[in-house]
């Protein structure tokens, strides 16, 4: 393979950088670039995403029988050009045997490729041991909702070729203490979400080995009593991290704000939870999991109304904007969320830039927030993932700076 050299500007440091790659390794990093006159007109350097919470795109559902490897390799290679090198394929709440073949296939399909078995570090089920009650069970069809099942679970487990990593659920369920005390045994993350839940059972989650509250503020009722509610107490316990939705619909600015002040930038984490309708076309779509209807501002919503959402179209990388200029944060604080602290939860390799190691690059450009919108752009010209390399955008003749 021959050697890659691509310059840019450090994201977290506004330095010069040239980076030589070469048989998926990264071989030197030097602050010396070939033109400094053309400073002024390098991209930035940035990690790769890691979004633990992507349920498909472009019409397919990783939940749904008619899942194919061949489907799995092109969701990821489109989340690669939106800047996610990492991803959690995510099954929302359906049947066993939908299940049972969606998990089939995404363990082939880390099998069948070397850069999905690792762009594909394990998947996340999101139920269906959640609340079967209206607004806590969100978009999920209540009919498959059920109580947590270890011995389904384990199922599922072996057909998965032990690639589940994440299982939300609702702490209040009957056996749900029993259910996370044996999953923080074998490793798997266990995330609040889709809850009523109580503090004290919340409190119950975490002593029992709860680590994660899922979408903190959406999967949850309408009207919350303004003291005892599932969402102070997550935001409380410090044993949590929290994942939020910041498309900038699923929370108003304010809240997105308040929320990850409270819980800290550590133990904060962005995700997209991107719906499998995600990429198409105003209109509406029949799908297994729910009906859903993409509006013109391309909100994704049940049909009929414009406030109950279902599932997001937004890629992560527009979380990581939102919360840049909603949340106060620098630009280095927004990309941990969003690459650094996912690889921490789940104990994976934070390195983007590390000589002897593969490249996980993302090259961009920023342009200037406005008044009419004060979300600034980021525009993804190139992904370097290891052996695989993604170029989509030739350089402009200038940028804005992230620092």
Same mark, same amino acid.
């Given at each position: 393979?021959?050697?890659?050299?691509?310059?840019?500007?450090?994201?977290?440091?506004?330095?010069?950088?040239?980076?030589?790659?070469?048989?998926?390794?990264?071989?030197?990093?030097?602050?010396?670039?070939?033109?400094?006159?053309?400073?002024? @007109?390098?991209?930035?350097?940035?990690?790769? /995403?890691?979004?633990?919470?992507?349920?498909?795109?472009?019409?397919?559902?990783?939940?749904?029988?008619?899942?194919?490897?061949?489907?799995?390799?092109?969701?990821? *290679?489109?989340?690669?050009?939106?800047?996610?090198?990492?991803?959690?394929?995510?099954?929302?709440?359906?049947?066993?045997?939908?299940?049972?073949?969606?998990?089939?296939?995404?363990?082939?399909?880390?099998?069948?490729?070397?850069?999905?078995?690792?762009? #594909?570090?394990?998947?996340?089920?999101?139920?269906?041991?959640?609340?079967?009650?209206?607004?806590? @069970?969100?978009?999920?069809?209540?009919?498959?909702?059920?109580?947590?099942?270890?011995?389904?679970?384990?199922?599922?487990?072996?057909?998965?070729?032990?690639?589940?990593?994440?299982?939300?659920? &609702?702490?209040? /369920?009957?056996?749900?203490?029993?259910?996370?005390?044996?999953?923080?045994?074998? =490793?798997?993350?266990?995330?609040?979400?889709?809850?009523?839940?109580?503090?004290?059972?919340?409190?119950?989650?975490?002593?029992?080995?709860?680590?994660?509250?899922?979408?903190?503020?959406?999967?949850?009722?309408?009207?919350?009593? @303004?003291?005892?509610?599932? #969402?102070?107490?997550?935001?409380?316990?410090?044993?949590?991290?929290?994942?939020?939705? &910041?498309?900038?619909?699923?929370?108003?600015?304010?809240?997105?704000?308040?929320?990850?002040?409270?819980?800290?930038?550590?133990?904060?984490?962005? #995700?997209?939870?991107?719906?499998?309708?995600?990429?198409?076309?105003?209109?509406?779509?029949?799908?297994?999991?729910?009906?859903? *209807?993409?509006?013109?501002? =391309? @909100?994704?919503?049940?049909?009929?109304?414009?406030?109950?959402?279902?599932?997001?179209?937004?890629?992560? /990388?527009?979380?990581?904007?939102?919360?840049?200029?909603?949340?106060?944060?620098?630009?280095?604080?927004?990309?941990?969320?969003?690459?650094?602290?996912?690889?921490?939860?789940? =104990?994976?390799?934070?390195?983007?830039?590390?000589?002897?190691?593969?490249?996980?690059?993302?090259?961009?450009?920023?342009?200037?927030?406005?008044?009419?919108?004060?979300?600034?752009?980021?525009?993804?010209?190139?992904?370097?993932?290891? *052996?695989?390399?993604?170029?989509?955008?030739?350089?402009?003749?200038?940028?804005?700076?992230?620092?």
């Amino acid at each position: 393979m021959c050697a890659v050299v691509i310059q840019g500007l450090r994201y977290d440091t506004g330095q010069p950088a040239r980076v030589t790659i070469e048989d998926g390794l990264v071989r030197l990093v030097t602050g010396r670039v070939s033109d400094p006159i053309a400073l002024g @007109r390098l991209p930035w350097l940035g990690p790769g /995403l890691l979004d633990l919470q992507v349920n498909g795109f472009g019409g397919q559902e990783f939940a749904s029988k008619s899942l194919t490897v061949e489907k799995v390799s092109f969701i990821a *290679e489109k989340l690669a050009e939106f800047g996610v090198t990492r991803f959690l394929p995510t099954l929302t709440t359906q049947p066993p045997e939908v299940f049972e073949h969606a998990l089939s296939v995404l363990a082939k399909a880390r099998e069948s490729d070397r850069w999905l078995g690792k762009a #594909i570090p394990g998947f996340h089920l999101e139920g269906p041991f959640i609340s079967p009650e209206e607004g806590a @069970r969100g978009a999920h069809p209540r009919e498959f909702c059920r109580l947590p099942d270890w011995d389904l679970f384990c199922r599922w487990q072996d057909v998965a070729q032990g690639n589940i990593r994440i299982i939300t659920l &609702a702490p209040e /369920l009957p056996g749900s203490v029993e259910f996370i005390e044996k999953a923080t045994v074998a =490793g798997v993350i266990v995330g609040i979400g889709h809850t009523a839940a109580s503090a004290s059972e919340i409190y119950a989650a975490v002593q029992a080995g709860a680590r994660l509250s899922t979408h903190l503020g959406n999967g949850c009722q309408a009207v919350l009593h @303004r003291h005892h509610n599932p #969402i102070w107490p997550q935001l409380a316990e410090d044993r949590l991290w929290a994942s939020f939705i &910041a498309d900038g619909h699923h929370l108003p600015p304010p809240v997105l704000k308040s929320m990850i002040r409270a819980k800290g930038l550590q133990r904060s984490i962005l #995700i997209s939870d991107l719906s499998g309708q995600a990429g198409q076309p105003p209109g509406i779509y029949r799908s297994p999991f729910c009906d859903v *209807e993409v509006l013109e501002d =391309g @909100r994704l919503v049940v049909p009929g109304q414009r406030e109950y959402l279902a599932g997001a179209s937004a890629p992560l /990388l527009r979380g990581v904007a939102v919360a840049r200029a909603y949340v106060g944060l620098e630009w280095h604080e927004a990309f941990a969320m969003a690459s650094k602290h996912p690889a921490q939860l789940l =104990g994976l390799s934070e390195d983007w830039l590390r000589e002897g190691e593969p490249p996980n690059i993302l090259l961009f450009e920023v342009d200037e927030p406005t008044e009419e919108n004060p979300v600034p752009g980021i525009r993804v010209q190139e992904v370097i993932f290891g *052996e695989k390399r993604f170029q989509l955008r030739q350089p402009a003749s200038q940028t804005s700076s992230p620092s």
